[in-house]
């Protein structure tokens, strides 16, 4: 484990000191605490990233800093990120064009250069990773509206592959894999600006796509490790 967020305060803090988590930009929306509705003893707070809240030029959203990107570093050969997820109750942020749910890329289109999590009509999860040129995509995972799902991504550098999971109280375990290429690799830190949640690479993703309604998103217990994760783990 490389990178721990509760998300239990704000403003928020890595319980391994290894990164940071801001708003984009200071007079972007600050996030706020919400009652994350576990059960006791678990019953805490959530950071809800709200995109509507943003600069005079458009830019919103948070971004994560990692003091060494698993994505870059030459010795890591496998990275794991995973995070709770919950929309709202109509699942609106995720209409029109999409939402970025987590992005370090350009996300006008998939094959731009790293690694996003998009929210689709339908509450449909798409993870994705591109080269600038090429992309390796798996889709069709479907979100309860309103309701908490545990979200994972295993990007495996050494053996070339992708694999997304989706924990839905209300679904089957979804999980499905992509075949990367040694480019993809190559790319995996995407613009190099950190991964930013309820936005993409650039922290404008919704000015450049209108149709997307801007809105909130719930994270809660963001976390990255530095290896493969199981499906039992």
């Known amino acids: 484990l490389v990178n721990y967020y509760p998300l239990d305060a704000l403003p928020p803090a890595d319980r391994k000191s290894a990164s940071t988590l801001a708003p984009w930009a ?12 576990f059960k006791a003893p678990y019953k805490a707070k959530a950071l809800r990233v709200d995109s509507s809240v943003k600069t005079a ?7 994560l800093v990692q003091t060494a990107d698993v994505a870059t ?3 890591v050969t496998a990275y794991t990120i995973g995070f709770w997820l919950r929309t709202d109750a109509s699942c609106s942020v995720g209409a029109g064009d999409g939402a970025s749910v987590i992005a370090n890329k350009n996300y006008d289109s998939g094959s731009n250069a790293g690694l996003a999590i998009g929210l689709f009509d339908g509450c449909e999860l798409r993870f994705n990773v591109g080269k600038g040129g ?3 995509d798996s889709n069709g995972y479907r979100l309860s509206a309103g309701q908490w799902a545990y979200v994972a991504v295993v990007i495996d550098k050494a053996n ?4 997304g999971y989706l924990f839905d109280a209300a679904r089957a375990l979804q ?4 075949d990367m290429t040694a480019d993809i690799v190559a790319q995996l830190g995407g613009l190099k600006n950190g991964l930013s949640l309820n936005e993409d690479g650039t922290g404008q993703y919704y000015k450049r796509w209108t149709s997307s309604p801007r809105g909130p998103l719930d994270f809660n217990e963001f976390a990255i490790w530095n ?7």
């Open 26 to 37: 200071a007079s972007a929306d600050g996030g706020s605490l919400v009652d994350d509705g």
């Open 57 to 63: 030029d458009g830019t919103a959203g948070y971004r």
């Open 73 to 75: 570093a030459p010795s």
């Open 134 to 136: 090429g992309r390796a």
């Open 160 to 163: 070339l592959k992708m694999t």
């Open 175 to 178: 999980t499905g894999s992509a």
């Open 227 to 233: 290896r493969a994760l199981t499906a039992d783990e």
